[in-house]
Every structure is written in structure tokens, then in C-alpha cells.
């Protein structure tokens, strides 16, 4: 392949890739009203008295310690409460007085068809991570972060009292739903002021769905009132142009300015989201690695995470003096759940934007999700809906690729004459355009056509794409063969063939993918008839032909629900192509004579199209 071909290659490659971010910071997400942290402040004069921040928040310290968050042993026993309704079960610990398991009931923790294993268990939040979500943790304000548990009548109660005075507790109350309150309380019941060191509220750790999630969707967001910002692991690793050689990893985020409205720790298709009432200090994300599978077990299943890590997050709060009675209260709006639009786009301070719906193909995905959801509840099988889905766009966007179609047909007809202007002026380049220019005007031909469509639905194809990654709705659906539509539709594993870059599992084999390998068929199929522009350049043309191969290879393990759209959006083009031939005119065929319409005055021009 030439240099052209090269470059058409990465310049597609990079709008694959990059569009999305392009697109955030052409359209970045829209403003949003802002709870007024004050005026949240303002039902507890005390608390916003000695609450105020200082200027300079960045400097405060935090109660873990800056770097990696060292987890504490424990020297009594682990004694926990169970609180639950319909939806969630929240295991409290009294090792740091906070949540050590938050099981969503009606979500399993595992959809693979051959594993039976994890039947009948539900999947988690803060699965595996070292330390409980919702607690102010193990430090000063708790010293050594043994709490007292009991039930109450709403919920649950912990509670430490330290040698100073200072009584720490927090309550637990669940309702019907996801969401659910905690309110922390520092009271000073001794005979002297306490002052009270800066200090975290755990929010939770965001951790691998299971032992084989490689984690690409997952990480913290938290929210300024204007824009959402995500810290993942392509934030941590901080690589430039892919090398993290040349980069210094991070190892701990920091931000906020007394501004944070929620914060967030999530997974591929889950999320638990703190909305605390008054607007702390600032977030602060740690990575913390997780232990790794050894070396028997990553021989034995090579599809097991080599580098887990959990994102350890929390909200900071600044230094403050309590009088002795004063007490300071702080309640959070919690939400446990699915990355469910549908939950949760009923709360006022955005938490739907940890669905990171962002930017133009963020609009599309949403609108590609209310549409899909529309159709389900007409038809009750996801994967069917997404076939409609996809038919339905393609008829929206029939007119364009159908004129587009005729037009590159009719350009193809008229190439013997463009080819005799440019061999006419070869050595006048500029000449050269000129006249292909009035010719091409003459003829009614729009260079542009073939490209219109491509334009136009690509932020679609880019909608599609992150939307189906990250749809709960997908999870655990079958379809046809495939048992889960938010997995590749493996029906065999072949032995000894995991080595195979991008295809193969070390370890495992070489899974069978029946969706990815129809995609290829379709894609195949639909180049062969699809006419190519007759300016491209060849090598151009065979990058083209052979790029259907290419994608098919990147994305031969992912979702089933991502290729059946591809393969279905494929099968409708090819309907599309042989319905624009067979209504063409006598004449307009391949090899029939065509007489080009000229102007008065002109000679006709009569050839034979190629």
C-alpha cells in the first residue's frame, strides 16, 4: 500500500478512535443548575460556620494518607449487619463502620452460559476492594476504626466514641428502589473544644465486575455542576500517543474546589453514586492495585485479569473546630444500581452522566437508547429489537445512500471522459482541475456524494458503538444462539489456538464467534456490489475492500449486540444495492450503451460504461 493508502487508513482509524473526544470538546456537555452548597448549608448554622473552607483547597490533607491507601488490621473480630429491600442487600462492617458488600438481588453476578458457578449469586459493588464504601474510614476522626453496630427501627446504626470526646456515627435507611440516605454525625459531647483534622467520606471502590472484567469500563466520575469528569485507567497509566514509556503513571487524582455536587465509582453496568447536601472540599480517586491470579491460575484460564485494580474514592472535607455540644451532620443521597438510564435520569443533579452521554455521539447514544427501549416495548427480545432499530435508521437515511448510489454509478459512467480531460492537461495541473471542475458541474456530478452518507451516519455507527458496550438492557439477553447479547457469542472454544493476536485467549483457545465471522460475510458480500469512486486511488480502493477484514479482527470479541447490528446494518445495504440496480433505466446497466445529456450546442457523447 502507498502513502495515500496509509494515511486514508489512519485518518479512518483515528475518526473511529477520536471522534468521540473531538466531538466533546466541539460540543461539550451543556451547563446545568448547580444545587447552591450555601444554601444546603443553611438548615445547620454551626456546621456552616466552622465549615468554611480555606482559600486554598488543594493543600488540605486528607485522613488516609497521600500515595496508596494502606489498608489497617483489625485485632477483634468482624461482626456485620444485614440491611435489604426488594433490590438491594447491604452488608455492614464493624471493621470501619461502612459498607462492605452492596449486592444488587435482581442482577446475577455472572450471565455466562458455561458458568454455573456463580448461580443464584447476586453481582456487587465494592467486590474485592479493601476497604467498606460509605464510611469516614480509618484515621484520626475514628481512631482505630472499630464501630459498634446495631439495628434500628429505619435502618441501621454505627457508632464510635473517641478518648477526646468526639462520638462518630452514621445512619443507614433504605426505601423501595436504588437510592437510599446516610447521615454522618460528629458530635462533641466533652467539656472542651475538639479540633477535628481534615477528613475523607469513603465513597466506595470502583472494582472488576469479576476475576475475568478487564476493567476498560471502569473508574470515578464526579460532577461540578458544569461538566462530569472521569478518571479511569487510561488517566492513571497517562500515556502520550499510547506509550506509557515516555509518561509517568499516576497514582492518585485530586480535584474539586468546595464544588462537588456527587461523586462517583462505577463498572461496566454499575454504579454508586454519593450526593452529599453540602458541597465538600473535593474528590480524591487512589489506585489501588488488587492481588493478581497466579501464575497456575492464569495457565488454567487465560481470560482472568492480570493486573486487577480498584479506584478507591472519596470526598474530602476541611479542618473545623467543634465547641463542646456542637455537632456536625451530613447527610448523602446514595444510589446502588444499574447504569439504567431510566433510574437515573430522575434525580436533578445529573447523575445520568456517569453514562458518560457526552458530546454529539454521547446524544446519539442516548437517542439510540430511548429508540431501542421504545421498540422493546413493543418486542419483547432485545435482539430483535435491535434489528428493527437498525432497519428502521437505514430507511430513515434510504433517500441519501440511495442518491449517493446513482450518483457514484453515474460518475463511474462518465470516467472515459474524465480520464481523456486529465490525460488532455496532465501538464497543467491547475488546468486540469478547472476543467474536470466544469465538466463534473456540466454533468450534474457531486464529487461529494459517495462521501455525504458516510458523514452523516457515522456519528450513528459511533452511537451504536458506546451505547451497546455499556446497555444494561443487553445483559443476560439471549438471541437465537447467543445467551448473553453483552458478550461475544462464543459456541466453541478450539484448543491450543489462544496465541492467535486479537482473536485467540491465551491459555483458553480460540473462541467461535458466530456473529463476528457473519459481519465478515455480509461485509464481503456488500463490497463486492457497492461501486467504488472511480478517482480513488487503487490502493485506496483495496484498503477499502479489505477493511470489512480489518474491523472484523478488532472487534471479533466484542459484544454479540455490537456485530448483530453491524451484520444486520450490512444485510440492509446489500437490499438497498440490488433494489437501486434493478430499477435502473434501459441502458444504465454495465456494458449498455449511454448517450451523456449535453448542453445545446455540444457534441453528444456516446461510450460505453466500464
Not at 577 to 603: L, Y
Request: proline share 8%; charged share 15%.
Amino acid at each position: 500500500m502507498d502513502r495515500k493508502g496509509i494515511a486514508f487508513l489512519a485518518v479512518c482509524l483515528a475518526g473511529m478512535v477520536g471522534l468521540k473526544y473531538v466531538a466533546d470538546f466541539i460540543w461539550p456537555t451543556p451547563t446545568g443548575a448547580r444545587p447552591d452548597a450555601s444554601a444546603a448549608a443553611s438548615s445547620n448554622a454551626p456546621l456552616s460556620k466552622v465549615n468554611a473552607p480555606p482559600a486554598n483547597t488543594t493543600q488540605m490533607a486528607p485522613a488516609l494518607p497521600m500515595g496508596p491507601v494502606t489498608v489497617p488490621t483489625f485485632q477483634s473480630a468482624e461482626e456485620s449487619l444485614v440491611l435489604e429491600n426488594d433490590l438491594l442487600r447491604l452488608t455492614f462492617t464493624s471493621h470501619g463502620g461502612g459498607a462492605r458488600l452492596i449486592e444488587l438481588k435482581k442482577y446475577p453476578a455472572s450471565v455466562d452460559c458455561s458458568d454455573t458457578s456463580a448461580k443464584g449469586v447476586p453481582s456487587a459493588l465494592n467486590r474485592f476492594a479493601p476497604l467498606p464504601a460509605l464510611t469516614l474510614g480509618v484515621g484520626p476522626l475514628t481512631g482505630d476504626g472499630l464501630f459498634n453496630l446495631r439495628k434500628t427501627g429505619a435502618g441501621v446504626h454505627a457508632e464510635k466514641a473517641l478518648p477526646n470526646g468526639l462520638v462518630v456515627s452514621q445512619d443507614w435507611a433504605l426505601s423501595n428502589g436504588y437510592f437510599f440516605e446516610t447521615v454522618v454525625t460528629v458530635e462533641n459531647r466533652g467539656a472542651s473544644a475538639v479540633s477535628i483534622p481534615p477528613h475523607d467520606y469513603v465513597v466506595g471502590s470502583a472494582t472488576p465486575m469479576d476475576r475475568r472484567d478487564m476493567a476498560e469500563v471502569q473508574g470515578a466520575y464526579w460532577f461540578n455542576g458544569e461538566k462530569a469528569e472521569q478518571i479511569n485507567k487510561a488517566w492513571f497509566a497517562n500515556a502520550t500517543l499510547g506509550c506509557s514509556t515516555i509518561s509517568t503513571p499516576r497514582s492518585e487524582f485530586s480535584g474539586g474546589n468546595s464544588n462537588v455536587v456527587w461523586a462517583a465509582v462505577h463498572n461496566q453496568f454499575f454504579a454508586l453514586i454519593a450526593q452529599p447536601d453540602q458541597s465538600p472540599a473535593g474528590v480524591r480517586v487512589v489506585d489501588i492495585p488488587l492481588p493478581v491470579p497466579s501464575a497456575s491460575e492464569l495457565a488454567a484460564d487465560g481470560r482472568l485479569n492480570p493486573q486487577p485494580h480498584a479506584y478507591h474514592t472519596s470526598l474530602t472535607y476541611p479542618a473545623q473546630t467543634l465547641q463542646p455540644g456542637q455537632k456536625v451532620t451530613r447527610k448523602h443521597t446514595i444510589y446502588a444500581g444499574p447504569k439504567e438510564y431510566s433510574q437515573l435520569k430522575t434525580s436533578e443533579k445529573q447523575i445520568d452522566l456517569v453514562m458518560d452521554f457526552t458530546g454529539i455521539t454521547g446524544i446519539c447514544a442516548k437517542a439510540l437508547l430511548l429508540l431501542l427501549n421504545a421498540v422493546h416495548s413493543l418486542i419483547p427480545s432485545y435482539g430483535a429489537s435491535i434489528v428493527v432499530l437498525t432497519i428502521l435508521i437505514k430507511l430513515a437515511f434510504w433517500p441519501l445512500t440511495n442518491a449517493s448510489t446513482r450518483s457514484m454509478k453515474r460518475m463511474s459512467t462518465l470516467q472515459p471522459q474524465m480520464n481523456a480531460i486529465r490525460e488532455k492537461y496532465k501538464s497543467d495541473p491547475a488546468k486540469m482541475n478547472q476543467k474536470t471542475m466544469e465538466f463534473m458541474k456540466e454533468h450534474r456530478i457531486n464529487p461529494m456524494a459517495g462521501c455525504l452518507p458516510l458523514v452523516l451516519t457515522f456519528p450513528v455507527f459511533i452511537g451504536f458503538f458506546f451505547m451497546l458496550r455499556t446497555a444494561i438492557e443487553l445483559r443476560g439477553e439471549s438471541f437465537l444462539w447467543c445467551c448473553d447479547l453483552s458478550r461475544p457469542d462464543s459456541i466453541y472454544v478450539v484448543p491450543g489456538l489462544g496465541f492467535i493476536p486479537l482473536l485467540g485467549i491465551p491459555g483458553i483457545g480460540l473462541p467461535l464467534n458466530i456473529m463476528p465471522v457473519l459481519y465478515l460475510a455480509t461485509a464481503w458480500w456488500q463490497s463486492t456490489l457497492t461501486p467504488v469512486s472511480p478517482q480513488m486511488d487503487p490502493a485506496q480502493q483495496k484498503m477499502l475492500k479489505y477493511m470489512p477484514v480489518f474491523f472484523g479482527v478488532l472487534f471479533y470479541n466484542y459484544s454479540a449486540g455490537l456485530t448483530l447490528y453491524w451484520t444486520t446494518q450490512n444485510l440492509m445495504t446489500i437490499l438497498q444495492t440490488k433494489i437501486t440496480k434493478s430499477n435502473e433505466g434501459p441502458g444504465t446497466g454495465t456494458g449498455a450503451a449511454v448517450v451523456v445529456p449535453v448542453q445545446p450546442g455540444r457534441r453528444k457523447i456516446s461510450s460505453k460504461s466500464p
